[in-house]
Every structure is written in structure tokens, then in C-alpha cells.
């Protein structure tokens, strides 16, 4: 017996029939004398419907209100999870985040989850009901509904596996596990048998939203072990968790140790939410660096790559940087407003960008990959804009025109390809 966290996205929960599925593969779990917490999405597209609906409302709108309205899809699946189950003989009812609760900061839109208490959760489940919880929401101190952020219920689902001390947390989708890159864009991607938190965060992070980047960086520091699996493999003959090898089902997200077979680089993301701006002609002195960038911290705006020309005559330089696409517009406001104090010639920007990046723990011990990648992306003619690296990642910014080719390029280069 397990006790265990089962998290379906939108497009697992798309419609009734996807919902009886879901149903399906619950009851599996239950008749097999698991407990079950089960987080669910809302319908596929229900939430871009419901944000457009804010925004056709009032495109200056009440985040508190946005919270109220985006929430609700969850709400709806939950319930509607919670029927299927009861239909099919397996006890079960629907938690809202504010009757559990889960607490998050007042940060609407993207809170913060700050406490969970899993006490009435644990004591309906040891009672043998399956909780199934609406996923992306939650309670602030103010007692407003919030939500965390797109992509949110992961981190639903791992931060309640780690408030009631869940065995496992299993994320079923509409792919089979996580791959080398994204396996509706390479066809010869290679599903993962298992993959560090460590890469997954920087995956993560950099693009591949098969997994929300703060469910990756929860289910870190807790420890709790994720199984990406997919939500349309057949639910009868899909193995009950604690039975049969889980790399046959989907991919385990686990600490380095436990993965035996390691590779210089295991993952290619791309990136399409980036934008670049360049400031010329900025004061080549001390302190400058920080007010440009003191400015847009500021106001919120997280920058990424950046790069400062050697000026040639100890004057002035060249400052360019990226920020994420949804960022752009508020921080070329906030250095527009700043011309002076920031005393800059000329400010530009374009969203016309990607950010493609190579990840893999294997980079800490093998020397020469950032060279490799540059030269092979260098024989496809594709041009670098600006470079970033950490201990485990290299990251090149260029033309969205040459994306695929790029992914696809490195992909093969660090010998990913499927055989
Ligand atoms: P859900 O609605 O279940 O949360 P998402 O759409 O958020 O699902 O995430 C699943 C999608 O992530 C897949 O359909 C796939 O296209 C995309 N994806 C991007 N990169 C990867 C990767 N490296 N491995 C697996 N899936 C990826
Ligand atoms: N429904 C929310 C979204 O579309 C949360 C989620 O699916 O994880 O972002
Ligand atoms: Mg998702």
C-alpha cells in the first residue's frame, strides 16, 4: 500500500470521456489498497478562455479578481473527476485550495505556496476516499482565492506530495515521459528512463513545460519522487505504482545518484518567450551596470543573458540583455522613463528571438562542449547573438527562423537521436 499523488493536465481531463479515463486509471490504484490525492487541470484551453474573458472584461483588471476567474476551471474538473469516480464504485469527493487549505502569498497570479496542512486530507484518505483536489489554486492570508502561476497544478500536486509524505507523485500527460527535447517538434527524440531534479529544473526553466520549473525546484528540496507518465496509456493494463519497472511507464525524476548511465548532455530546449534589448552609447564606469539593472529589478523584470562590450576608448560601451516576451513591454518602459539618469545614446529591442540551450550534468566533467556546439551550429550558418553558461548549461540566443534546425542539429551532435 502507497500513499500517492496522482496529477492530470488539461488535456487528460479534456473532456467526460477523458475524465472517465482518468477515473480508470484511479481506480486501478485504489482497488490495488493505494491512498490516492489526485490534482486535477482544468479542461484543456479552459484557461486561456477564462484569461481572455479578464481581459475582454477589463484589460486594467483586479488581479484579485483574475484569481477568482482563472480558478475556476479547476473547480469544475474536480467535481467532475469526483462524479466519475463515485460512478465507477470508489469513494471519493472534491477539494477546493481554500478548503484544504493550501496557503500561498498574496502574489495573485503567481503565488507562492507558503503551507499546506495535510491533516484533513490524510484523515479522508486513511478513511479510503480518494481526495481529489482542484490543482493551480490556493488561499491567501487575506483569505482571496490566488493562483500560482501557468502551468501551476505540478506544482499543486508535488507540494501536496510533500505535505502528506507522499511515496510518490505521479504527473500523467498527453506524452509518455520526459524526453531528450520536445517530441511533438523532433521526431527522433528519446523518452528518458530517468533525469536528475537538477537537469529537469534547467529544462524546465528553459522551455520544456512538460513540468512546471517551481514543481521541479519543490519536488527538489523535498525529495519527492516524480513519474512523468502518460494518461493515455490504457488503464488496466498500466502497472499499479509499487509494481513492475517504472521506467516502463514513464520517467522518473530522481537525485543524481540514483541514475547509473550518465551522458555529457541529456536534454535541447528551446525558448521562444525572450525578448533582447540593447542599450548603446551607456557611461563606461562604475555603478552604471547597477542602476540599469537596479532599475528593472525593481520593477520586477527578471534579466537573463547579458552582455557588455569592451569599450575601445574607456568612455562608453554597449549593454545588451534578454528579459522574458511578456516582460519586454515593461522594461522598455522602465528605461525609456530612465534616459536620464540611465544616460544611454540609444535603446532598442526586438522579441524576434530564441533561446536554444544543451543541458546536462555530464558538462561539470567534460571539458570542450560549448566549442563543439558553436562549431556545428556555426557549419548550419546559424548565427549566435548572445551566450550564456552555468555549471551544467550552455545557452545561445539567435533567429527564430533557425530553431528547428538548431534543436535538431544538437540533438543529433550530442548523439540523442533515437536509433
Ligand atoms: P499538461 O496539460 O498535462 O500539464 P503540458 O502541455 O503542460 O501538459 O506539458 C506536456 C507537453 O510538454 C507535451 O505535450 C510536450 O509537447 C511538451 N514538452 C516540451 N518539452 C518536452 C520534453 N523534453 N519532454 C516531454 N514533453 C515536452
Ligand atoms: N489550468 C492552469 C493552466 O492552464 C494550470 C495547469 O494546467 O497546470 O495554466
Ligand atoms: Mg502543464
Redesign the pocket.
Known sequence: MALLVMK?????VADIKCIKNVAAHVKREADAGNHCAVVV?AM?GQTNRLVEWVNEASPDYDEREYDTIVSSGEQVTSGLLALALQAVGVKARSWQGWQIPIQTSEAHGSARISNINGDNLRSAMESGQVAVIAGFQGVTGQGRISTLGR?G??TSAVALAAAIGADRCD?????D?????????VKK?TRLDKISYEEMLE?ASQ??????TRSVEMGMKHNVRLL?RS?FDDPKASPAAGTGRQSEVGTLVCNEDEIMEKHVVN?I?CNRDEAKIMLTNVADKPGVAGKVFGSLADAGVNVDMIVQNLSEDGKYTDIAFTVPASEYDKAMNVLETSKEVLGYKSLRGSKDVVKISAIGVGMRSHAGVAAQMFAAMAQKGINIQAITTSEIKISVLIDPAYSELAVRTLHTLFGLDEE
Open positions: 492530470f493536465g488539461g488535456t487528460s487541470s484543456s502551468g497544478s505540478d504527473i500523467y500527460t498527453d506524452v515521459g520526459v524526453y531528450t527535447t520536445d517530441p511533438r517538434i527524440a529544462m522551455g520544456a513545460k512538460v513540468l512546471q512523468v494518461s536534454g530546449t
